[in-house]
């Protein structure tokens, strides 16, 4: 059965919430919760628990700090950078941090799209999938980031800006070099190359 | 226009490859849910009963409100301090404040005698 909350905006929800409100805080989690946890089960490499632990930490952040919230912004903009944030942490814990820089390089070359577009028709679509977290589970966090926010939350190149904090050519860029290197390391997917 | 069409057959290809399946897509722990839950409504008791508090320890307060609260504070002292009970009659049938009106007017050492004896039964 639908609440009264379910009606309400994230913002009017979020002022619920600072009330004490438990319902709002409900819907919010509803509206989240999934999402959020693709998020970090993607990012931190299929370590389920881990993943379950920063979903709980960003929810606790959200409800210890509410006033954090700038109302005249996205809540889901704002949700999503500090998982992002979050990630970014766990990823200097493992010390896998790599050079954030090293896309510039790349920004030049042609992408070859045909490559994706060939594989689409005749790949088998179980073991792409598989190859391709393996790629992405190499990528430094910022590019990894950049891509599951872009093909797996759905998110606009200007939110993914937001969120982590660059410009929206940046976020472009980062998508055209994880784009190229998953063309070069899934070269086995297209027989045509 | 046909780039534009590979360029959405990619974006659309990629989409479908980043989704979890049926199977391997994660669930929230029910447990967390519920222990954040418990946070929220914890909120709520907190702020029934702090509110006031920290209200007050936020309050911008200004050197009129101390002036204010000060003169408040004195008023209330003087009027609620205890008072001496003042004896209205002595032992020789005379009145306390003749006594002390006729202080000031004596000359006479019987005078002054009398003052002293009248003094020293109302003292005591």
Request: proline share 3%; glycine share 4%.
């Amino acid at each position: 059965m639908a609440n009264k909350f379910s009606i309400l905006s994230d913002a009017e929800l979020m002022l619920h919430l600072q009330q004490g409100e438990a319902l709002a805080f409900d819907e919010l989690y509803t509206r989240y919760s999934k999402p959020l946890l693709g998020y970090f089960t993607r990012m931190l490499n299929y370590d389920k628990e881990k993943a379950q632990d920063a979903l709980h930490d960003l929810f606790l952040k959200v409800i210890e700090k509410p006033e954090l919230y700038d109302r005249s912004k996205s809540f889901r903009t704002w949700l999503y950078s500090i998982a992002y944030n979050n990630c970014k942490n766990h990823y200097k814990h493992w010390g896998i941090v790599k050079d954030a820089h090293d896309e510039l390089k790349h920004t030049e070359t042609v992408l070859d799209e045909r490559f994706f577009t060939n594989a689409a028709a005749k790949i088998d679509a179980k073991e792409f999938r598989k190859a391709l977290n393996d790629v992405l589970g190499e990528m430094p966090v910022d590019k990894k980031t950049t891509f599951v926010l872009r093909y797996q939350q759905d998110h606009s190149l200007l939110e993914i800006a937001d969120i982590m904090q660059c410009s929206e050519g940046t976020v472009k860029s980062r998508i055209h070099y994880t784009l190229k290197t998953l063309a070069e390391k899934l070269q086995i997917f297209n027989p045509l190359i | 226009m046909v780039m534009e069409n590979k360029k959405n057959e990619l974006d659309e290809l990629l989409k479908n490859a980043m989704q979890f399946t049926k199977e391997e897509e994660p669930e929230p722990a029910a447990h967390i849910h519920q222990s954040l839950r418990k946070k929220v409504e914890q909120r709520k008791k907190h702020k029934n009963v702090f509110t006031t508090i920290l209200r007050f320890m936020n309050a911008d307060i200004k050197l009129y409100h101390a002036g204010l609260a000060v003169t408040a504070v004195a008023v209330v002292f003087i009027l609620l301090r205890p008072v001496a009970p003042t004896p209205t009659t002595t032992d020789n049938g005379v009145g306390g404040t003749q006594v002390a009106d006729t202080a000031g007017n004596c000359n006479s050492l019987k005078q002054d005698s009398f003052l002293v004896k009248n003094f020293s039964t109302s003292f005591y």
